[in-house]
């Protein structure tokens, strides 16, 4: 099953917000990761989404830090789902941000969003991706706002997603495609300064390449 091929971005990413139930929080642009441009936030950030082509060096980087962490015992509190859907990676960005961010977010007293959470609870990573195929509310709300002008001509996913949040007070990365989050350890600053240092070790490996996007999840006031 595929969904239609979108493009990542707040403005896609709020209106999905707004669909599920979801509120007090925002999606924005990060347009650079300068320590002059972080000052520039003056409102707390949840989460950090990372957007980067497929590239075999980005590829094998990725990989090697996914078997590093073979061996480590799981952060029960972290909520990770395997993504099963193709052209997926923005919804399950979004529900990795929201779900691993529920004290930083309100939810509408119906929201979709939530009650999806809730009940994959429980579940594992692999049966919360095949509970996702089968959640009309989510799916349907999705291929809406996509069909209001964010699908892709260009077919579809040609980048991989990863998602930062503090879990636990942890850096923790998640990337739907990966059997595992990844456990960056305990958060030595600000969130946002040691997420933007693991984008940085993306953004290492493919110094030429231009097709780099990030967006932050942040308070709405």
């Known amino acids: 099953m595929a969904l239609p091929p979108t493009d990542i971005n707040p403005e896609m990413l709020n209106k999905l917000l707004d669909k599920f139930g979801v509120s ?23 989460a950090l989404v990372l957007t980067f082509p497929q ?12 078997e590093e962490q073979k061996g480590k015992e799981l952060n029960s509190e972290v909520y990770y789902l395997k993504q099963t859907l193709e052209n997926s990676s923005g919804l399950v960005a979004l529900i ?9 977010v309100s939810f509408a007293n119906k929201s979709s969003l939530k009650n999806f959470i809730d009940k994959s609870a429980a579940a594992s990573p692999e049966e919360r ?11 349907s709300d999705y291929k809406s706002v996509a069909a209001e002008g964010f699908v892709r001509p260009d077919g579809g996913d040609h980048c991989n997603v990863i998602v930062l949040v503090p879990a636990n007070r942890h850096l923790t990365e998640l990337d739907g495609h990966l059997e595992r989050p990844i456990d960056h350890g305990p ?14 070790q993306y953004t290492e490996q ?16």
Request: one cysteine or more; aromatic letters at 10%.
């Open 24 to 46: 007090s929080c925002k999606y924005v642009d990060m347009l650079g990761f300068e320590a002059d441009y972080l000052k520039t936030f003056s409102k707390p950030v949840s």
């Open 55 to 66: 590239t075999p060096k980005l590829e094998e980087f990725r990989n090697k830090k996914a």
């Open 96 to 104: 990795h941000s929201i779900a691993n961010n529920k004290d930083f």
């Open 129 to 139: 991706g095949k509970l996702l195929e089968k959640n009309e509310a989510l799916l």
């Open 187 to 200: 958060l030595s600053d600000s969130f946002l300064e040691n997420a933007v240092n693991v984008c940085k």
């Open 206 to 221: 493919a110094k030429d390449e231009m097709r780099f996007s990030a967006v932050a999840l942040v308070k709405n006031a």
